[in-house]
């Protein structure tokens, strides 16, 4: 419309030599008005590509999130925290472009040359024709780019999470690293993936620039031919100046919008790369699925009894099974040791109670249920755990023990740390509960970290208690005080107690002794004490060890 108007201006204020203002008036006006649309719908495109985008993008991160705290740890057993990540936020952040610019422009690129040909066409059915062929022509040529820069973006993608992936573990790794004085050779991994990423990056931009460059001579002689052709036609009396203008404007006007696919297309293909791994994460199988229908196990707060029934489990690519046919029993309000040498399975037993992963044959029950058939959330609910390694956010020490119980008052915070033998510490601190612990709790010592873990676990207040390696991080008073706070944490619950040292199992109903996945003895210590079996080879070789 503007194009037409401003030739029919042009036209009637010089070509026609006869300048009348009210003549002119009119189409100048419309050509105006026309260029003011043209500009709001542009910026009415870029608005709507905007929101759009962020609104994919937004819950796109949502149903991530969501996917990934339901799909749980049993999944990062697979899949690396850094590729995750990286599927989070860059992944999303490459698809924006793909939805709100990519595909938007292809509608654009689609509609557009076709109603300028047609216009063209109807106006000079031979610059019609030119335009037009080379309009299909670009695209046309697309099918062949496609097959290569769909791998070169998959390689870029696929370099690019590697180094961040790596990065990621260098940074959580560092303090390893450096007591190592393994930062050379970790940094020379990360070098050579730097180098990888540079690599698929160049072979990536070289794609999506032939392709430029194709696209754009054909395009520019698609403009320059119909516009030659014009010329010529207008020579031979065949079309007038105006006539020639107009061609001259729309046929670069019908190239327009392919010139701006073209500049998403690398976007484009790095968002289609990126979506590969956002839809692998979004369809991923859940390690523990939820059930069809599930079971509610009342009353849910009472400690429950536990049973593995025959229990087998192994790792996802794992040559052999990390328990083989485990059964054990746990009364209500009692209390299990586990323990066996390093990779007997103790720590599988745990994953296990907590249904991050399924047995691949028999069955834990809860009171005679299940855990399979258990609502997922009573399972979580459940259960609360002591770990060796007690992971603290980034936040105060109440927004951290908030986590087990939200609605907790400062009255019950004090109340759950006082059991923990841990409220003067807090207390003393410059802001109390308010203190900033920093990333992973790094401003405390793995003894006050576990022993906020402990009152984290008195205020979720489980009727299954898990302890793993739950003293080991205390120097020996520390440990006293903590095995008061345990009991007393222990009281009514059915617990399962994790434990390589076994000073810290004298307080077990039951131990339960693990080897290479076989669980070989079991029964109450004393019991186990008078044989000569693999527990007395573990206290045996235990005080050995110490001497
Ligand atoms: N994610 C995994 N993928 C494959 N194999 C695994 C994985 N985690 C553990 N394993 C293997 O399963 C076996 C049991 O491991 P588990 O961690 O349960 O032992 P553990 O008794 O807790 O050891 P530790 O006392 O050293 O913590 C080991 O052989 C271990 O190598």
Redesign the pocket.
């Known amino acids: 419309g503007q194009a037409v108007a401003l030739v029919e201006t042009i036209r009637r204020a010089l070509i026609s030599g006869a300048p009348d203002p009210g003549e002119v008036g009119g189409p100048l006006v419309l050509t105006g008005l026309f260029t003011l649309l043209r500009c709001l719908f542009l910026w009415g495109r870029d608005q709507a590509a905007n929101r759009t985008a962020s609104l994919v993008q937004a819950r796109l991160r949502l149903r991530l999130a969501e996917r990934l705290l339901d799909l749980g740890p049993g999944h990062t057993?697979t899949a690396p925290a850094g590729t995750l990540r990286t599927t989070i936020a860059d992944g999303v952040e490459a698809i924006r472009a793909y939805v709100g610019f990519y595909l938007p422009q292809v509608v654009v690129s689609v509609g557009g040359p076709l109603i300028i040909v047609a216009v063209l066409t109807w106006h000079d059915p031979v610059a019609g024709t030119i335009t037009g062929t080379c309009v299909v022509l670009v695209p046309a040529s697309k099918p062949f780019w496609r097959r290569i820069m769909g791998t070169r973006s998959q390689r870029h993608w696929t370099a690019y999470e590697n180094f961040a992936a790596r990065v990621l573990d260098a940074l959580q790794g560092m303090t390893t690293l450096k007591a190592l004085g393994a930062t050379g050779v970790y940094g020379h991994r990360l070098r050579r993936d730097a180098l990888a990423l540079y690599r698929a990056t160049m072979g990536d931009l070289a794609a999506s620039s032939s392709v430029y460059v194709v696209s754009a001579f054909l395009m520019s002689a698609g403009t320059s031919l119909a516009v030659v052709v014009a010329a010529i036609r207008h020579s031979t009396g065949h079309l007038d100046a105006a006539g020639l203008l107009l061609i001259a404007w729309l046929t670069a006007e019908a190239f327009r919008p392919l010139l701006e696919l073209q500049n998403y297309w690398h976007e484009g293909f790095h968002g289609l790369a990126a979506g590969k791994g956002v839809f692998a994460l979004l369809d991923a199988e859940a390690p523990a699925p939820a059930p069809a229908t599930p079971v509610r196990r009342r009353p849910s707060n009472r400690p429950p009894r536990l049973v593995l029934r025959e229990v087998t489990f192994t790792?996802?690519?794992?040559a052999?099974p990390?328990?083989r046919g485990v059964g054990l029993v746990v009364e209500p309000g009692t209390t299990l040791a586990v323990t066996?040498?390093?990779?007997?399975?103790?720590?599988?037993?745990?994953?296990l109670l907590q249904r991050y992963l399924d047995p691949q044959s028999g069955q834990i029950l809860a009171d005679g249920v299940d855990l399979r058939d258990l609502d997922r959330d009573e399972v979580r609910a459940m259960t609360a755990v002591v770990a060796q390694d007690t992971h603290l956010f980034h936040g105060t020490i109440a927004g951290n023990l908030r986590l087990a119980r939200p609605d907790a008052d400062l009255a019950a915070l004090r109340d759950a740390a006082r059991r923990a033998r841990i409220l003067d510490l807090i207390e003393g601190l410059p802001d109390g509960f308010d203190t900033v612990v920093g990333e992973r709790g790094a401003r405390l010592s793995g003894g006050e970290r576990q022993r906020i873990a402990i009152a984290r676990a008195l205020l979720k207040d489980a009727p299954v208690l898990i302890l793993d390696e739950a003293t080991s991080a205390v120097d020996g008073e520390t440990e006293a005080a903590l095995r008061d706070a345990l009991g007393e944490l222990r009281a009514g619950r059915t617990t399962i107690m994790?434990a390589?040292r076994l000073s810290s199992l004298v307080d077990a109903d039951t131990v339960a002794v693990?080897d290479?996945?076989d669980l070989v003895e079991h029964g109450a210590p004393a019991d186990l004490a008078r044989r000569a079996g693999a527990w007395s080879d573990l206290v045996a070789a235990q005080a050995g060890g110490a001497r």
């Open positions: 057993v790792y996802p690519g794992a052999r990390a328990l066996g040498r390093s990779g007997s399975g103790k720590s599988t037993v745990v994953t994790i390589h693990l290479d996945g």
